[in-house]
């Protein structure tokens, strides 16, 4: 029997055994460019000690070869999943020659074929344990040791890794690059990636130390890539983090590659971090688009501390990277680049994903139980990134920000290239702050859930109390009629009910300046202010957060979502801020379609779209807020047809299109998606389109559009091809899976629910976890009752844990979606 999943107490165990002197891996990808061979040959050796005679070594593959233990070949002892090692010595060489397989999922060695010039693209991803399909190991994070990789691959392509390159050896067509050892580091950030990339070179130099610089990406994204902004964002972030961890960067050169059909926005393999390309932008992009790019790139850097340098010992502590990540990222954005307004995007954006997966029944705290992988890849969520670096923020004003910079400071001198816990971090922090650590933990890292806090006459009053430090902002009109600030009270509130003295104010706003970690709602005179005023706010930060209250009061039911939808429609235009009119105009969208009683929606629908095309129109030509209106009146325009006939005129050249707008070919797309999904699309339309754009983001687009169209034969095609097409990419299925959803044509897809749970098992059972993820939450039944759901939660009590941890949450967004219908 084949166990792919590992336990937190078994690889616990086998590190108790087996210490890691380091590895050897040769990978021979020369072939890659022929689609017909489905692998490669890949070779371990690893040096270990081990006080036991026998262990496992992971692999996920084509095929084990041979191993040999000490010298001595003995018998392939292989399940699919592990490799059984015996006779082994105190101290052991075990070479390990093996077939891995090329990936489409995006998990492992992804093999891309570029169709615009036929050249193939190879990289890898392996968070958190995809390392084991490329190369036996020991894929668990506190098994660290220094990797010497060395790759065969067709010589004139780049072939770069974590290190520099120790050797070239051209031998005929192919060469063999051997790579400098690295430092110690765990399985799941080394890195290769391979292929006829693009690359743009540079350097960044503090003091002594000079460390190189590298952005690659496709030869045929070439002229979309924006090289020197990326660059000027790296050196900042170098510039910054020098400063503040004064630990010199340790991984000795930064490459940045953009590889295609990512299954993330980013991973932080040390020298090698790999992008999704949609950061390299194919047209106009808003200003939010560029300052989320330079976020990313800012955490990824972050983490070549925190969890490259010091990695978490088991994925329970994944927060240890990713929430420090995620406030880093935000924090340097904000004072090293010119995103100076990065915590607006982060207040409004970022604690979304945190508040609604903290309201979830399958919420958890920042520091997890994560008993396996499987558990762990769920655990990649809004509570570990996004509230853990709102609990992070809150830490730094409660230690004082030069207390939290020398913690870490102690903390990366005392575990460089270890392994580390929570009590690890807190022993450093509370060593420099003075402060007993421990109650703050216990409060904000090891509970569920998140508080609401309101004002109720003189008090303010909280659900499930916590300790926060927060302000109160009093608002005014001031002469010209903007409202702003006039006086803020900070306060501490541990009960539920805290006494406070606020003087009258048109707006009084909870959180101001987003201290804490809370939902907070707007008292009914400030509310009245709002709806009358919200666009005469003239800080961002605090409009970011009076829309944040708007949508949670929404989402729980409080605020009527009518009242949202005419505030979205009235004060929108006026937004100024990218990043918080793309989330309004996304909100309202779900809003009609999710929480709207069904009885209103087609006329809302509508108005949506007319406001949008309004705002379109008359938003300032070339600007972003045209670009974010364009694209949302893409959006409404599939699932109502008002405007069909204007939109076919702009895409054939019969109407010109709102001055400085581009039509830029993800634009193009997204509107004959829309036409697609409302019938006003041929396919033949459809082919002419692919014909002009006819490249891997234009080929997915297609799909997209073709599956949207609403006929019966359509869908039905698009359902099996989602189940039974295992050569569909993890892109291509998306596509697909949101092609088959387009339009909310529950008429042609909602006979397709009984099928939905009958095959969530066995899709499970004979897919990635990747893979079946994508299928089980993109095809969940927005039906109109839970009697589907609950009967097989009821009757597969015993499925993995992983599986019904997906469908219990699915479950929940419908209920919550049916209980504000039923409001409404």
Not at 104 to 126: A, I, K, M, N
Not at 554 to 569: K, N, S
Request: charged share 25%; proline share 4%; with cysteine.
């Amino acid at each position: 029997m084949t166990t792919a999943n590992l336990t937190r107490s078994e690889t616990a165990a086998r590190s108790t055994t087996v210490t890691v002197r380091d590895y050897r891996v040769e990978l021979d990808l020369s072939g890659a460019p022929d689609r017909t061979r489905p692998g490669f040959t890949t070779t371990t050796t690893v040096a270990f000690d081990a006080t036991a005679t026998e262990t496992w070594l992971d692999f996920l593959g084509l095929a084990v070869e041979s191993v040999t233990v000490n010298g001595r070949e003995v018998a392939v002892d292989f399940d699919g999943a592990r490799i059984s090692v015996t006779g082994l010595s105190a101290s052991n060489v075990v070479v390990v020659r093996a077939i891995g397989e090329y990936s489409r999922s995006g998990e492992g060695l992804h093999r891309f074929l570029d169709p615009v010039d036929g050249s193939t693209y190879l990289y890898t991803q392996y968070e958190p344990a995809d390392a084991r399909r490329v190369f036996a190991c020991f894929e668990q994070p506190d098994m660290k040791a220094p990797f010497t990789f060395v790759v065969t691959a067709p010589d004139g392509w780049e072939v770069v890794s974590n290190r520099p390159a120790d050797t070239v050896t051209v031998d005929g067509p192919n060469q063999t690059v051997e790579f400098s050892p690295t430092l110690p580091i765990s399985t799941y950030i080394t890195a290769v990636a391979a292929g006829p990339y693009h690359r743009v070179e540079s350097s960044w130099s503090r003091g002594e130390l000079t460390i190189p610089l590298g952005v690659l990406c496709r030869a045929s994204l070439a002229d979309h890539l924006d090289a020197d902004t990326i660059l000027e964002v790296t050196r900042q972030g170098l510039d910054f983090f020098a400063e503040h961890f004064a630990y010199p960067y340790p991984w000795g050169k930064y490459d940045q590659v953009f590889v295609p059909e990512y299954n993330l926005g980013a991973m932080e393999n040390p020298g090698l971090v790999t992008f999704t390309e949609a950061y390299v932008f194919r047209g106009a992009a808003t200003a939010a688009q560029y300052e989320g790019r330079a976020n990313t790139i800012l955490h990824e850097m972050a983490h070549m501390w925190f969890g490259d340098l010091v990695t978490m010992v088991w994925w329970d502590d994944l927060w240890l990277k990713e929430s420090f990540a995620d406030y880093m990222g935000a924090l340097a954005s904000a004072e090293a680049t010119e995103w100076t307004d990065a915590w607006v995007a982060f207040a409004n954006r970022r604690k979304a994903w945190a508040y609604l997966q903290d309201q979830l029944p399958t919420t958890h705290p920042i520091v997890a139980d994560i008993t396996d992988l499987e558990a762990a890849k769920l655990n990649f969520d809004g509570i570990t990134y996004a509230k853990g670096a709102s609990v992070l923020k809150q830490l730094v004003a409660y230690v004082g920000r030069e207390a939290f910079f020398a913690g870490a400071r102690r903390y990366f001198r005392a575990h460089a290239f270890g392994n580390t816990t929570l009590d690890d971090l807190l022993t450093e922090l509370s060593a420099e702050s003075g402060r007993d650590l421990d109650a703050w933990a216990r409060a904000w890292l090891q509970t569920t859930g998140v508080s609401t806090v309101t004002l109720d006459d003189d008090h303010i009053v909280q659900t499930d109390p916590r300790p926060h430090r927060l302000a109160v902002g009093l608002y005014d009109f001031d002469a010209d009629g903007a409202l702003v600030r006039r006086d803020r009270v900070e306060v501490d509130i541990v009960e539920e009910r805290t006494p406070i003295t606020l003087s009258p104010a048109p707006l009084r706003l909870l959180n101001d300046g987003d201290l804490t970690y809370a939902k907070v709602r707007l008292d009914a005179d400030s509310l009245v202010t709002v709806e009358r005023s919200l666009d005469r706010v003239v800080d961002p930060l605090a409009r970011g957060l009076i829309w944040s209250a708007l949508w949670n009061a929404t989402r729980d039911g409080e605020l009527a979502v009518g009242r949202y939808l005419t505030m979205a429609r009235n004060f929108a235009p006026a937004e100024s801020n990218t990043a918080l009119l793309t989330a309004v105009l996304s909100n309202a969208s779900f809003a009609i379609g999710h929480y709207l009683p069904t009885a209103e929606r087609d006329r809302c629908r509508q108005e949506w779209l007319e406001s949008c095309w309004t705002a379109l129109h008359s938003a300032a030509p070339g600007s972003g807020e045209q670009l974010a209106f364009a694209r949302a009146t893409a959006a409404a325009a599939t699932v109502d047809a008002g405007r069909a006939a204007d939109i076919r005129a702009l895409l054939l050249g019969e109407t010109p299109p709102p001055k400085g707008l581009a039509l830029d070919p993800d634009l193009r797309w997204a509107l004959w998606t829309a036409l697609a999904a409302t019938g006003a699309a041929t396919t033949d339309d459809l082919d002419t389109e692919l014909t002009r754009d006819d490249t891997a983001s234009g080929r997915t687009a297609h799909l997209h559009a073709l599956a949207a169209r609403p006929d019966r034969d359509v869908k039905a095609a698009a359902w099996t091809r989602i189940f039974d097409d295992t050569a569909l990419t993890n892109d291509h299925l998306d596509a697909v899976i949101d092609g088959f959803r387009a339009g909310d044509r529950r008429d042609l897809i909602g006979s397709y629910d009984d099928e939905y749970f009958t095959r969530l098992r066995p899709t499970w059972e004979r897919r990635s976890i990747e893979i079946a993820r994508r299928i089980v939450v993109g095809l969940f039944p927005a039906a109109d009752s839970l009697a589907a759901v609950d009967n097989w939660l009821a009757t597969n009590t015993d499925a993995p844990a992983a599986l019904r941890r997906l469908v219990v949450e699915q479950r929940d967004h419908l209920a919550r979606a049916l209980r504000v219908r039923a409001l409404g």
